[in-house]
């Protein structure tokens, strides 16, 4: 079964940092560009970011709301998706998924991991 | 940046009816478009990609028409489990990504 399987999610202070994986199963994440989307509260979805695939530099996207905070970055050897979050406001608490994205649509999400931001 | 606005923002229909939701594209994007259906407390799923093309393993009811700014997701003959909310997604100009607000199906 194809699968995405995201961790990390949980309580943090505004201003702190926490750090998101995402792990496939069932295929390879290597040829893949990958996203972060995430949906606050009773929210629409807001999209985060996008890595491209090593054919494409690894390079990365950002949504404005995040750029210079956020960082995305993978390790295809391990089939894993990361998302480095600093400086957390708490307009950034959101259910986190990573997504697989393919030629015409962002086909495969994980279920989701929850983060948090209070004091 | 291209701005997805759906409507209306909720839907109530009874099921077997039938439900017509819309997405407006504030320019062009071709047919680079699609719907994602959510139920609570799970992931978004795919069901339509490119407008009209239904993903693997949705059902015929759905159904995705459309072209330049304006797109439409019909389906056909509502069931229980069709009862969600559902998002619209362009493609075509990134970054950024944009989705739809979104639609409320709720049962009448």
């Known amino acids: 079964e194809v699968q995405l399987v995201e961790s990390g999610g949980g309580l943090v202070q505004p201003g702190g940092s926490l750090r998101l994986s995402c792990v496939s199963s069932?295929?390879?994440?290597?040829?893949?560009?990958l996203d972060w989307v995430r949906q606050g509260p009773g929210k629409g979805l807001e999209w985060v970011g996008r890595?491209?695939?090593?054919?494409?530099?690894?390079?990365?996207e950002y949504a404005a709301s995040v750029k210079g905070r956020f960082t995305i970055s993978r390790d295809d050897s391990k089939n894993s998706l990361y998302l480095q979050m600093n400086s957390l406001k708490t307009e950034d608490a959101a259910v986190y998924y990573c997504?697989?994205?393919?030629?015409?649509?962002?086909?495969?999400w994980g279920q989701g991991t929850l983060v948090t931001v209070s004091s | 940046e291209i701005v997805l606005t759906q409507s209306p923002a909720t839907l109530s229909l009874s099921p077997g009816e039938r439900a017509t939701l819309s997405c407006r594209a504030s320019?062009?994007?071709?047919?680079?478009l699609g719907w994602y259906q959510q139920k609570p407390g799970q992931a978004p799923r795919l069901l339509i990609y490119?407008?009209?093309n239904r993903a693997t393993g949705i059902p015929a009811r759905f159904s995705g028409s459309g072209s330049g700014t304006d797109f439409t997701l019909t389906i056909s003959s509502l069931q229980p489990e069709d009862f969600a909310v559902y998002y619209c997604?362009?493609?075509?100009?990134?970054?950024?990504?944009?989705f739809g607000g979104g639609t409320k199906v709720e049962i009448k």
């Open positions: 997504a697989r994205v393919t030629g015409v649509a962002i086909d495969v």
């Open positions: 069932g295929f390879s994440l290597s040829d893949s560009y």
């Open positions: 890595i491209r695939n090593k054919a494409n530099s690894y390079t990365t």
């Open positions: 320019q062009s994007i071709s047919n680079k």
């Open positions: 490119d407008t009209s």
């Open positions: 997604h362009q493609r075509a100009s990134w970054p950024p990504v944009t």
